[in-house]
């Protein structure tokens, strides 16, 4: 017989939940059949009007129906894969709202350095990486991080290394490794002759290069001063598109097994965007990508218009959402902006990495293309002039509505808000900013932040995740990967405890309540993109996105958390990782 779709969707039907129902041509109620079934579970929707359930089934790559093991096995027929969760937590799949894609997948093809315990190991990584490369072959690293050594190098410099080791046992070879931050790069006598660098190069704006006493080069090279490196490698065009690629690669394998059905990639260049783009109509993406752009004004200004239309391309695996810009550095490196001098070094205040006026015609592009601006900034100074440019486009966009209007419709966001003053904490949600933070940032910072603070400052203003949601900010999570380990689980557990290597807690007043932290890794995040219609609950509907964990993350005590596995990654109803298999 014919059936025809009911148009009132989702329907509930006692405490069935689904979609679509359909009649046959007598008005009898009948059901599609279910391409896959997860029943015998606790399946926590994180949607508020419906909650938890049992069973859920799934039909196109969407929720289908929702309700108990007897609910839905009308919707189970011969052809349906059906998985048994035996008690175990499924949730909508997690969405990393502020990392870097192909930075994740180039960063498994270098040396790891984010382990390191001190300098000598970096020195022995790298001597053991050159019996192994070409003559005159780059060695790349990436990770490293003096804060958390166990003792400062003897020959440091502000608490940086000095080259002359590193240079030593990499004559012929050009070293560069970049600070876990991303924000400051390391480089040895080698690297720097090929750049035609010498204690005679001017800082650029926006950059140091550190230099010692007597005016010699460190090798460090703080903000805008990294783009001075120009060491040698010896790829071709033809290999540096293989190696993205391959870096793709790496990198769908690495969100899978952690859960991760959504990516939003915290800025890009053109020639990548279109490789994504391109994977993403092959059906090769597996994730799906929320893309910033990130290249030079100009480049942004001539074609941002074109790519702000790739939107939900390859059935939601690839949208052009926004452009990125940094106002200030890490504060690792010293380089975020702030209003005050730093605690340890009270002659520096940070960096202002991109030009204010710049920032002004990112603004104006932004408004234009309709794509959302996203702004890093992690000093408070970096922040507040962040919220006043902010603050200046929303008045123009939308006299009518005013600033907060403005600001709620056009969910533009600022990455990272790690310090912020408390003055400014409020205008997150007057404003309607987006604060698109990484909740793993506080626990892995915390040990050193009260030294580049000072106490006062960071109690009231690190990393204050309760008090801008009380201001009715939307706050995201994620990792920044690579800059920390690509794992929400570590995310999830810092933002609900705080708790550092050392089992002391950093502010616990600020945790983030268990259903928050998810909320903050799953419907806040696609919010955050404007994507809060397909993903982000298991929502009738909605894209069957979801996660299977080996223990409940909602209600296992904190010290089991980090204990916790993802057993499954499901992407549009496809099993596309299985810990069992």
Request: proline share 4%; charged share 25%.
């Amino acid at each position: 017989m014919p059936f025809r779709r009911l148009t009132n969707i989702p329907i509930s039907l006692g405490s069935l939940l689904l979609l679509p129902t359909l009649l046959n041509a007598g008005g009898v109620v009948t059901h599609e059949r279910a391409e896959l079934v997860l029943r015998n579970g606790n399946i926590v929707t994180v949607d508020d009007n419906i909650g938890s359930v049992e069973a859920l089934a799934v039909s196109g790559g969407r929720i289908l129906a929702l309700g108990n093991g007897k609910e839905i096995a009308p919707f189970i027929g011969d052809g349906t894969r059906i998985i048994e969760l035996n008690g175990r937590l499924a949730i909508p799949g997690f969405i990393d709202s502020h990392s870097h894609f192909v930075g994740l997948g180039e960063a498994l093809m270098t040396l790891d350095l984010m382990d390191v315990r001190n300098w000598q190991e970096v020195i022995d990584m790298v001597a053991e990486a050159v019996k192994h490369a070409e003559p005159g072959e780059c060695i790349v690293g990436l990770g490293w991080h003096q804060e958390k050594w166990e003792n400062p190098p003897h020959d440091a410099v502000d608490g940086f290394p000095s080259h002359w080791e590193l240079s030593e046992v990499s004559p012929d070879n050009p070293v560069l490794l970049r600070h876990a931050s991303g924000h400051a790069s390391f480089a040895n006598k080698r690297a720097m002759d090929e750049s035609n660098l010498s204690g005679a190069t001017e800082n650029p704006p926006g950059g140091e290069i550190l230099r010692d006493e007597a005016g010699n080069l460190t090798g460090i090279f703080r903000q805008n001063a990294q783009g001075l490196i120009r060491a040698r490698t010896a790829f071709t065009q033809r290999e540096r598109f293989e190696r993205i690629d391959r870096a793709i690669d790496l990198a769908i394998e690495a969100c899978l097994s952690n859960g991760i059905s959504s990516f939003q990639d915290a800025g890009s260049p053109f020639p990548v965007i279109d490789r994504l783009a391109e994977r993403a109509r092959e059906g090769t993406l597996g994730v799906r990508l929320w893309v910033m752009i990130r290249t030079r004004i100009d480049e942004i200004d001539s074609h941002a218009a074109q790519y702000s239309k790739l939107r939900r391309i390859g059935n939601h695996h690839m949208t052009v959402g926004g452009i990125k810009f940094a106002i200030d550095g890490a504060l690792g490196s010293r380089g975020a902006w702030l209003l005050d001098p730093y605690e340890d070094s009270p002659d520096e205040f940070g960096f202002n990495t991109t030009p204010l006026d710049t920032l002004e015609r990112s603004a104006e592009i932004a408004l234009r293309t309709g794509l959302q601006l996203s702004i890093h900034a992690i000093g408070d100074r970096g922040n507040r002039e962040t919220l006043n440019l902010f603050e200046r486009a929303f008045a123009h966009h939308d006299e009518k509505h005013g600033t907060e209007g403005a600001g709620r419709k056009l969910r533009w966001r600022i990455e990272h808000a790690q310090h912020l003053h408390p003055d400014d904490i409020p205008r997150f949600g007057e404003l309607g900013i987006i604060a698109s933070m990484q909740g793993i940032h506080c626990t892995s910072d915390g040990p050193w932040v009260y030294t580049r603070l000072g106490d006062e400052r960071a109690e009231s203003g690190a990393y204050v995740w309760r008090e801008l949601m009380q201001s009715g900010a939307v706050v995201t999570n994620g990792t920044d990967a690579p800059v920390e380990k690509l794992d929400p689980i570590a995310s999830f557990h810092a933002s609900v405890t705080r708790q550092l290597d050392d089992g002391t807690y950093f502010f616990p007043e600020q945790r983030m309540s268990r259903m928050d932290a998810l909320r903050s890794y799953t419907i806040n995040g696609a919010y955050a993109a404007f994507e809060e219609d397909v993903k982000g609950t298991l929502t009738p509907g909605k894209l069957a996105d979801i996660v299977v964990l080996s223990k409940d993350i909602l209600t296992v005590p904190d010290e089991q958390i980090l204990d916790v596995q993802v057993d499954m990654t499901i992407i549009g109803g496809q099993v596309l990782y299985n810990r069992n298999e």
